[in-house]
């Protein structure tokens, strides 16, 4: 989160977002295949710090994170005493010296930055060579597909325009130095609960808080209705973008020597 996105008083609604939101386990299970090995970690805009908590834990490894909101840095703490947790913003130079990371992610961070450029310089600045950069956000498709969208279609124009397109993302990591640049996709489908009503109930997802009100109770109601006619399959689609900062190594190409062979009865070649 950062102090570029007005919209939202995430000091504000700290709570009730660390109560209500919470880490899928099929993209944990997806990060973890891929990183497999770190030794210090870092979540740029890392909320409650959920996904931070449990990938360090995985990785056996040592969770850094910042995020924009004191009241969400104190929840943070709250939950994850054993990480090491400060405010900070995505958009100012980041508060760690350089190579200090082996990985370095956000989950849900870049539909709230005025700029991709900062976050990703910085980025490649704290990690160390052959550290992975990793930015999990919503395609255009994913918008499309969800359920909330399906169920408040006001919030699909309204996350096209605060979602950054794949490539603008990213060329971003291409001009902050990034190589090796591919995205993945996870996509989950869960049987829509109590849990999940509750989420839209108490506005968990930002989305929800710029539609009229409405357009929210219309929603609610059509969740209501059919939670009541029986089983309601939900669909979530995340889509992963990797990077990895690669070590520039200047060197001398290898000099060719000659054999000193001479084909004197030809010497065509």
Known sequence: ??????????????QT???FRYPNEKLIEHIFKRVRYANNILEVGCGPADYLS???ELLNARGYGFDI??????????????LELIVGDAQEPFPYGDNSFDFVFNINLVHYLSELDTLFRESYRVLTYDGNVL?????????EDRTLTHYFPEVLEIDRKRYPGNSAIMNAMKRAGFEGIYTTKVKTN????????????EKAYSALR????EAFERGMKRIENDMAGG???GKKSYTQIWGIKVERREFDLPTIFSTGYRNEGNNSF
């Open 190 to 201: 869960f049987e829509f609960k109590n849990q999940h009503y509750e989420q839209y109930r």
């Open 231 to 233: 089983l309601v399959i």
């Open 69 to 82: 909101s004191q009241n969400m840095i104190k929840e943070a703490r709250q939950k994850n005493p054993s």
């Open 54 to 56: 449990i990938l360090s």
């Open 210 to 213: 710029l539609i009229s009100d």
């Open 1 to 14: 989160m950062s102090r570029n996105d007005k919209a939202f008083p995430f000091d504000q609604i700290a």
């Open 135 to 143: 930015t999990v956000t919503d395609s255009c498709q994913d918008i």
């Open 17 to 19: 977002y660390a109560q």
